[in-house]
């Protein structure tokens, strides 16, 4: 495991949400996530970013975000947190993902979803007047790890 | 038909949301999105995809995936909607 967490401040642009990917891909890395986990941490992390660029701050693209990245020996856990509106907990709440019946096929509201079906535990703290952190935490287990796919 | 490359995410999704929805109107039979070159896709792009299959129903069109990349069917198959899309390999 690595000594210490790695801390990123970016802006809520749009542009930048690559540069976050490319970050947290390669820190899957290092910790030896496999592959196909990795491409999910990496979704579901970039719908935390896109949620606080589109909801909390509505667009704007001058506001700051912070990732917080840690890992221990049963864990890896990444904390989204920024300073906008906060979320409403119904937005939040995990619903599970089913397969919709051709008619019921919604464009939105995937994101929240998404991040749950990826982790194992999912925290939503939405601030009383200001700001959302998620707390988003995935267990290592045998089928995680790139030495167990051998 | 529609050929999208690259990472399809909140920065450049709209482009292809304006992209298919002013195909589908204009298409004889349907719209077929290419999307063999695509590297990553996110919510965004699939929210895309499913207003491209509505607006096609809509207007009494087809709407097809052709040769989707294994990012595309990851993220469909995660969020459950692999099944909705008519998919084909080329």
Same mark, same amino acid.
């Given at each position: 495991?690595?000594?210490?967490?790695?801390? @990123?401040?970016?802006?809520?642009?749009?542009? @930048?949400?690559?540069?976050?990917?490319? =970050? $947290?891909?390669?820190?899957?890395?290092?910790?030896?996530? #496999?592959?196909?986990?990795?491409?999910?941490? =990496?979704?579901?992390? *970039?719908?935390?970013?896109?949620?606080?660029?589109?909801?909390?701050?509505?667009?704007?693209?001058?506001?700051?975000?912070? @990732?917080?990245?840690?890992?221990?020996?049963?864990? $890896?856990? $990444?904390?989204?947190?920024?300073?906008?509106?906060?979320?409403?907990?119904?937005?939040?709440?995990?619903?599970? #993902?089913?397969?919709?019946?051709?008619?019921?096929?919604?464009?939105?509201?995937?994101?929240?979803?998404? $991040?749950?079906? =990826?982790?194992?535990? =999912?925290?939503?703290?939405?601030?009383?007047?200001?700001?959302?952190?998620?707390?988003?935490? @995935?267990?290592?287990?045998?089928?995680?790890?790139? *030495?167990?796919? *051998? | 038909?529609?050929?999208?490359?690259?990472?399809?995410? /909140? &920065?450049?999704?709209?482009?292809?949301?304006?992209?298919? /929805?002013?195909?589908?109107?204009?298409?004889?039979?349907?719209?077929?999105?290419?999307?063999?070159?695509?590297? &990553?896709?996110?919510?965004?792009?699939?929210?895309?995809?499913?207003?491209? /299959?509505?607006?096609?129903?809509?207007?009494?069109?087809?709407?097809? /995936?052709?040769?989707?990349?294994?990012?595309?069917?990851?993220?469909?198959?995660?969020?459950?909607?692999?099944?909705?899309?008519?998919?084909?390999?080329?």
């Amino acid at each position: 495991m690595l000594a210490d967490d790695i801390r @990123l401040q970016v802006s809520s642009d749009p542009r @930048l949400l690559g540069v976050i990917r490319g =970050v $947290i891909q390669v820190w899957l890395e290092v910790l030896g996530l #496999l592959i196909d986990r990795r491409q999910e941490v =990496v979704l579901a992390v *970039d719908e935390a970013c896109s949620n606080a660029m589109r909801h909390a701050y509505e667009g704007r693209t001058d506001e700051s975000i912070e @990732l917080v990245l840690s890992a221990s020996n049963e864990w $890896i856990e $990444i904390t989204v947190s920024d300073q906008g509106t906060p979320c409403p907990t119904e937005c939040s709440e995990y619903r599970p #993902l089913l397969p919709p019946a051709p008619h019921e096929v919604e464009p939105g509201g995937l994101g929240v979803k998404l $991040i749950h079906e =990826v982790f194992d535990e =999912v925290r939503f703290c939405p601030g009383t007047t200001r700001g959302n952190c998620v707390t988003m935490r @995935l267990h290592w287990t045998a089928k995680n790890e790139v *030495d167990s796919e *051998d | 038909m529609i050929v999208v490359e690259g990472d399809i995410d /909140l &920065y450049s999704s709209p482009e292809l949301r304006s992209a298919v /929805l002013k195909a589908v109107p204009k298409a004889i039979t349907g719209v077929g999105v290419h999307l063999g070159g695509v590297t &990553y896709m996110d919510s965004s792009g699939v929210a895309t995809l499913v207003e491209g /299959l509505r607006s096609a129903k809509e207007h009494d069109k087809t709407f097809t /995936l052709l040769a989707p990349s294994t990012a595309v069917m990851k993220v469909l198959e995660l969020a459950r909607l692999d099944s909705v899309f008519e998919v084909r390999s080329a």
